[in-house]
């Protein structure tokens, strides 16, 4: 079993910043991947971005230039920087391991 507590969200005005973090306990393998999902209401669910433990990094096209994912294996925490936000961004972020367990998700309001 693999915890995953992720804190960092909050509401924001257009064109400001925000950090999340995602920090996995348990049973965690050295080789994995690690990343944001996000649910906007009434969408989908879809990928924000992912980081795999060599480090390869993959983003959705609409946050590509904004949005940059990091992780400290050594803590088993993976980061997602948030810059230049659009109020489209408001969404419900999970974190996800290994497209396996997931986090409760974190609130993220971009409004003005």
């Known amino acids: 079993q693999v915890q995953l507590v992720e804190s960092g969200g909050g509401l924001v005005q257009p064109g400001g910043s925000l950090r999340l973090s995602c920090a996995a306990s348990?049973?965690?393998?050295?080789?994995?991947?690690m990343g944001w999902y996000r649910q906007a209401p009434g969408k989908q669910r879809e990928l924000v971005a992912v980081?795999?433990?060599?480090?390869?990094?993959n983003y959705a096209d609409s946050v590509k230039g904004r949005f940059t994912i990091s992780r400290d294996s050594a803590k088993n925490t993976v980061y997602l920087q948030m810059n230049s936000l659009k109020p489209e961004d408001t969404a419900v972020y999970y974190c996800?391991?290994?497209?396996?367990?997931w986090g409760q998700g974190t609130q993220v309001t971009v409004s003005s």
């Open positions: 996800v391991y290994t497209d396996t367990y």
């Open positions: 348990g049973r965690i393998f050295s080789i994995n991947v």
């Open positions: 980081i795999s433990s060599g480090g390869s990094t």
